[in-house]
């Protein structure tokens, strides 16, 4: 009976700590952040998005962005950090999403009273990639033909002013 | 009789038809031209599916602007003068006609969800606006950045100062033409010369602005290439107080200090009037001081910021100096010169900034920069004349009734405070007034709340740009019509699109008569 009771309190206490790990780790979308920005200003989130733009080295610590769909905001990290990120999101490429933990202020005093989050660690979600560009044939052939009109009508107009 | 009357009506219709499209040929004609700058940056960026995207939208603008100007080449022989009329009309349409054209390279793009959000993007360019419904902004081109960049940029320059200033030489009307787009300043006799020194002062500042911030850009850590660019269109947006940025974040992305300054005197210089630059440039400096519309907004900027900053520091947002000043007094700047950059979230404007906050906002929109500049709202010219027109009523009342005294303003010069004047300013402010009332109205009509909808409507109607979050693409597509509508009358002041909309009623009175 004892050894029961032990056991269930185990198991229990084991199912609590592991929710609380699930819960701290859980991502919090970036817009319900600065929707509810008084009840997270200062406390420890985490968020997952895509890294965009650049990373804006400032001595030993460097700015990223990452977006997330439904909003984008500015982590503030150590560099060597951000030199984790491999691709940042634009034209050309998917950038890496990347998973952040950090401290959350809605008026950072440090920053100049921006949105930030002061990130605590980095993980790297899912890598990045170069995005081909997919040309169609008719895009082309539509390109070719009313190029060949616009030329025509400026060389009427051409053939009238002289 | 009647039937000889309406052969004469007929035929002024036809001559009035053959004007307008002769004209707008050209100011289409001059647009599709400008596409060879994007056109240029997709080859050597590489970029080839926005290539493909602007040459096809350049052949159908060229192939339009020519037909217009095939269509109505008897003008081209002076045989019919350009009246007034014409000069509102040309002006009026073709913001109308390059608003469909200029839609092209957006709906090719794929970043937009129709047509009508594509017109909404360019008509908000155009008018130097800043909201935009163009959906994953992060991941679009340069080639389609420089595109919106550049249509914000000669927008407030505007697009019949284009025309004027490299197509359209030796031409009769230009002058009506000219301020057919509310532009009414003559700062050398000849008009064609005066657009052209207008482009002469913007394309120095573009040079100065744009080093400026591209050596900050690289100072605050982006790459030599990307701080270009990011310094190009923040210039070109900042300038003609358009408030467009090449990220969703605006002026956020930048997480910088020195950035937001250079931004700030760049939004402020180009809310000025372009008669006041060249006067300052041709050594006048005390026009600077003497100025109505300086002290106008010298004063009106001074208050706003001064409430905005209290209230905020008294609400607990903004507590200290740096803070308030980046934050408030930014931001608060940036609605007055009807900019649009903002560097805090459209939510804060509706969570934490609170009912005051956003009257303040909201009078700052609606008041805007300066007459004859980039900017838009009321203009501080107009507010500076009644407001001494209050003044100079209410000292009439007081003073013996024999004496009599001519009151006077300086703008440029000094000037005669005339009843003319005094009704002209009032009148042009009861029409924004109007617009945003009911531009106010139709977005409670859809759900939203009092101050948000007054919010959104100050900034379409002043042609800020700054949102609290209506303007989205799942908003009602009325309500997006409305938003273009509002844009386009406020930036050219209402009188060239009254004139359009009484020449199309005439004419379908015309019509229905004659059947």
């Known amino acids: 009976m004892y050894k029961t009771v032990k056991t269930l309190l185990i198991m229990l206490l084991l199912s609590f700590s592991l929710s609380a790990q ?39 610590y460097a700015w990223i962005n990452i977006s997330d769909n439904t909003n984008a905001i500015g982590v503030w990290l150590k560099a060597s950090d951000a030199q984790k990120i491999a691709s940042f999101g634009d034209y050309r490429h998917k950038g890496d999403t990347v998973k952040i933990t950090g401290i959350f202020s809605r008026n950072c005093t440090e920053h100049g009273g921006d949105v930030d989050i002061h990130s605590h660690s980095l993980e790297i979600i899912e890598r990045g990639y170069n995005k081909p560009e997919e040309i169609t044939q008719v895009k082309i052939q539509a390109a070719l033909v009313l190029s060949f009109f616009a030329f025509l009508t400026a060389y009427i107009y051409w053939r009238r002013i002289h | ?134 959906q994953d902004l992060d991941h679009i081109s340069v080639t389609l950045n420089m595109w919106r960049h550049l249509l914000t940029f000669v927008g407030g320059q505007g697009m019949v100062v284009l025309a004027l200033s490299f197509l359209l030489k030796n031409l009769g009307g230009a002058y009506k033409l000219y301020v057919g787009e509310a532009k009414d300043i003559g700062l050398v006799p000849n008009v064609v010369g005066t657009a052209r020194v207008i482009w002469k002062i913007s394309l120095i500042y573009l040079i100065i602005g744009t080093l400026a ?100 520091a008294q609400l607990g947002i903004y507590t200290d100096a740096v ?32 009912d005051f906050g956003i009257l303040m906002m909201v009078i700052a929109m609606l008041i805007g920069g300066s007459a004859c500049s980039t900017a838009g709202g009321f203009k501080g010219l107009r507010v500076g004349i009644v407001c001494k027109a209050l003044v100079a009523d209410i000292r009439k009342l007081i003073a013996p009734e024999r004496a009599i005294k001519v009151y006077k303003y300086h703008h440029i010069k000094d000037c005669v405070l005339d009843d003319g004047t005094v009704k002209n300013a009032s009148l042009i402010i009861f029409c924004y007034v109007v617009l945003f009332t009911i531009t106010t109205a139709l977005g409670l009509f859809f759900g939203y709340p009092l101050a948000a909808s007054a919010f959104e409507a100050a900034s379409v ?21 409305q938003y273009i509508l509002a844009m386009y009358l406020g930036r050219l002041e209402f009188i060239s699109v009254f004139a359009l909309f009484a020449n199309i009623i005439g004419g379908l009175k015309n019509y229905v008569q004659n059947r």
């Open chain 2, 323 to 354: 803070t308030a000043f980046r934050r408030v007094v930014y931001n608060v700047l940036s609605a007055h010169t009807t900019t649009g950059f903002n560097n805090v979230y459209a939510l804060q404007f509706a969570q934490e900034w609170g």
């Open chain 2, 213 to 312: 911030l591209w050596l900050c850009g690289i100072y605050i850590g982006l790459a030599p290439q990307s701080a270009f660019f990011h310094g190009l269109f923040i210039f070109e947006a900042a300038w003609s107080t358009g408030g467009f940025a090449p990220n969703t974040q605006n002026i956020m992305y930048y997480h910088s200090f020195p950035y937001e300054v250079i931004s700030i005197i760049i939004f402020v210089l180009g809310s000025l009037n372009f008669g006041l630059h060249y006067a300052v440039w041709q050594g006048n400096k005390k026009e600077l001081f003497k100025n109505i519309e300086m002290q106008s907004f010298v004063i009106t900027s001074f208050l706003l910021c001064t409430f905005a900053v209290v209230k905020l």
């Open chain 2, 461 to 481: 109607t002043g042609n800020v740009g700054l949102s609290i979050g209506i303007t989205t693409a799942t908003m009602p597509d009325l309500l997006k019509v």
């Open chain 1, 22 to 60: 699930v819960c701290a780790a859980a991502a919090i979308e970036i817009n319900t952040l600065i929707e509810k920005s008084q009840a997270f200003d200062g406390q420890t989130v985490t968020v997952e998005g895509e890294a965009i733009g650049e990373t804006m080295l400032r001595g030993e």
């Open chain 2, 1 to 134: 009789m009647q039937c000889g009357d309406t052969m004469k009506n007929n035929s002024m219709l036809y001559s009035d038809f053959l004007i307008i499209s002769y004209y707008t040929g050209y100011i289409v004609l001059g647009t599709a031209l400008l596409m060879a700058i994007p056109i240029t940056t997709a080859l050597l960026l590489q970029e080839w599916n926005p290539f493909l995207d602007f040459v096809i939208s350049m052949s159908i603008s060229l192939i339009m602007g020519f037909a217009m100007i095939f269509f109505g080449w008897k003008t081209r022989s002076n045989a019919m003068r350009v009246e007034w009329k014409h000069g509102f009309i040309i002006a009026a349409i073709s913001w109308l006609v390059l608003m469909l054209l200029c839609s092209i390279p957006y709906l090719l793009s794929g970043h937009v969800n129709s047509f009508l959000d594509a017109c909404f993007d360019v008509m908000s360019g155009f008018t130097t606006t800043g909201l935009f419904l163009t």
